[in-house]
Nanobody
Framework: VQLQASGGGLVQAGGSLRLSCAASGTIISILDINWYRQAPGNQRELVAGITSGGSTNYADSVKGRFTISRDDPKNAVYLQMNGLKSEDTAVYYC????????????WGKGTQVTVSS
């Protein structure tokens, strides 16, 4: 199982980006998928998540600005980020959690998001 995050880049404050998490080797809808981020000097923090059942959750800092969604035919999860702020600058990671028999975590390589003020 591999998760590949993409879509990061440099954007001005107030702008938008859409991150993608593409899965291979599994059907992404059986996993709980989370987006984490880590800024320099900070701990990795949970940004948003979507369960296999489709329930979503968000960090307070991104509520109303970020939207997580899943595209089953494309076997991908997206993080739409609007109203970006400089404090959103971080490396964003896609995480998949298999919570069935023999639970396991999967991590993709990060994608850099830089918001200029």
């Amino acid at each position: 199982v591999q998760l590949q995050a993409s879509g990061g880049g440099l954007v001005q404050a107030g702008g938008s980006l859409r991150l993608s998490c593409a899965a291979s080797g599994t059907i992404i809808s059986i996993l709980d998928i989370n987006w984490y981020r880590q800024a320099p000097g900070n701990q990795r923090e949970l940004v948003a998540g979507i369960t296999s059942g489709g329930s979503t959750n968000y960090a307070d800092s991104v509520k109303g600005r970020f939207t997580i969604s899943r595209d089953d035919p494309k076997n991908a999860v997206y993080l739409q980020m609007n109203g970006l702020k400089s404090e959103d600058t971080a490396v964003y990671y896609c995480n998949g959690e298999w919570r069935g028999f023999l639970p396991k975590s999967y991590w993709g390589k990060g994608t850099q998001v830089t918001v200029s003020s």
